[in-house]
């Protein structure tokens, strides 16, 4: 089994419901949730919206394979109502967001059957507030496999807020 970190986000209706229905699936899908952060209302990142974010951070348990998981988080995204991806670094408001952080201590980068691009641990995890707060709560210890520092070392370059 692997663990693998998940970051969840969404900044349109029932923001709350949003998070707590991708867990369920999560749970049916992908694997055993061992951890959930509580729920963190964040500003948009990336892009102006009217509508702030409610992220959070899980980890689950799984037997699956990186791409599986992918292939498998994104149809759960799909099934939520997600009805396009960001690209090329343009985002937009969504119903659900929901980006693999971390599989074990694994460093890859590959792409899926269906041509999605899976980079481990995620690019962009450590500039984002959003993404290492939830992070650092329910994994304080663990060592990103590239940076070599802790996620709670890795939280202490955002300001307090």
């Not at 959003?130 to 709670?152: D, Q, S």
Request: glycine residues 6%.
């Amino acid at each position: 089994m692997a663990k693998v970190y998940l970051g969840l986000g969404t900044n349109l209706g029932d923001k709350e419901q949003n998070l707590r229905d991708a867990v369920q699936k999560i749970e049916e899908q992908v694997g055993k949730i061992v951890s959930l952060s509580a729920f963190y209302i964040t500003a948009p990142w990336g892009f102006s919206s009217d509508n702030s974010f409610l992220n959070a951070a899980v980890c689950v348990d799984t037997g699956l394979t990186p791409i599986d998981v992918l292939q498998r988080t994104q149809a759960i995204e799909q099934e939520l109502g997600r009805t396009k991806k960001s690209v090329n670094g343009i985002y937009s408001d969504r119903l659900i967001d929901i980006d693999l952080l971390l599989y074990d201590d694994l460093i890859l980068s590959t792409t899926s059957p269906s041509g999605a691009k899976l980079i481990l641990p995620h690019p962009l995890m450590a500039e984002r507030d959003f993404v290492m707060k939830p992070l650092a709560e329910i994994a304080p210890g663990l060592v990103h496999p590239v940076l070599g520092k802790t996620m709670k070392e890795l939280t202490s370059s955002f300001s307090p807020q």
